[in-house]
């Protein structure tokens, strides 16, 4: 099957995956800019009315570097939407991601079907996260038009199944747009998850530890000091499983080798228990080879070196 042609001749087959705060038009802007899909999450901007701001920024300074650059346009962005109940603001940012016909919408946290209708009206694509391949029918049968196939490793809210495993189990049936999401951090692990079968990588971690993220500079300097070690997974921060940085959970007091088990009924991603735990900072597996913080152009530059790097490699072999 065909990639959607928003999704076509990407200079590099990678998608930034949105992150909690850290995400922000600065950091989306220059990933877009640099060859790769930038996104963010719509809960990010806060008050709620900040959203139709930067979705107006991010539209208008795309479409000033495509017209200044016409042999060099910029990837397309992404707005991250969580469809669970618990985010009261889904309508009020849907009606935002229409009126700028955003081109490409990632749901998390459910599939709906109404959600993907109302993108596809404005004629955007959709990507649904999984974290398995139950998850991943589910989300085609409600018109996903693509799968974010999010294995262990991955930072943030992460599965638990090998990428082989979940990769080969999707490709048995499904063959629409498929990126990977776990570990990723270096161009020979991009070509990695294509060589299993995906279409795009899904990057986040690396993407901490940039200049325009918006991320504090001591969570920056831990991703570069620390290893996958150092990477703990709990359902203690949000009531879903996720990876996070050992020493940000010291730091808050907590012993990371003995954390609780939290109440998944009580997942709340508007607000409330995640503010208590904003110093929580989440991150990937992949992060040993993360060693300084550089300007978002520096570390696509890299992973598009490493790339080809690898390619030509498998080619000469």
């Not at 849907?94 to 079907?113: D, F, N």
Request: charged share 20%.
């Amino acid at each position: 099957m065909p990639l959607p042609p928003i999704l076509e001749d990407l200079p590099l087959p990678i998608i930034g995956s949105p992150m909690f705060i850290i995400s922000t038009p600065k950091l989306v802007i220059e990933q877009c800019k640099a060859g790769v899909v930038g996104s963010m999450p719509a809960l990010n901007a806060r008050p709620a009315e900040q959203l139709d701001d930067w979705l107006a920024e991010i539209t208008e300074t795309l479409n000033a570097w495509n017209a200044r650059h016409p042999e060099q346009p910029a990837a397309p962005f992404a707005i991250n939407q969580i469809v669970h109940k618990s985010n009261d603001r889904l309508e009020h940012d849907m009606a935002l991601c229409e009126k700028y016909k955003v081109p490409i919408v990632i749901t998390s946290l459910g599939a709906r079907t109404d959600v993907n209708d109302a993108v596809h009206g404005w004629g955007g694509v959709v990507l649904h996260d999984i974290i398995n391949n139950a998850f991943a029918r589910k989300a085609v049968e409600k018109g996903a038009d693509g799968l974010i196939a999010v294995a262990a490793g991955a930072g943030g809210h992460a599965g638990v199944k090998s990428p082989f495993a979940l990769i080969q189990e999707i490709r048995e049936w499904f063959h629409g747009p498929l990126a990977l999401s776990g570990s990723i951090a270096s161009g020979r692990a991009v070509l990695a998850a294509r060589a299993m079968g995906a279409d795009f990588a899904y990057v986040g971690s690396a993407f901490i530890a940039t200049e325009e993220a918006r991320a504090a500079e001591a969570y920056k300097q831990m991703i570069c000091d620390s290893t996958s070690d150092d990477v703990i997974y709990t359902n203690l921060f949000t009531g879903v499983h996720g990876n996070y940085l050992r020493g940000s959970i010291v730091n808050a007091g907590l012993d990371p080798d003995r954390l609780p088990e939290s109440d998944p009924s009580k997942m709340n991603f508007g607000g409330g228990a995640t503010k208590a735990w904003k110093d929580i900072w989440g991150c990937g597996q992949g992060i040993g080879t993360i060693r300084e913080v550089v300007p978002v152009r520096d570390l696509v530059a890299r992973l598009r070196r490493e790339y080809e790097e690898a390619r030509g490699r498998l080619c000469a072999g």
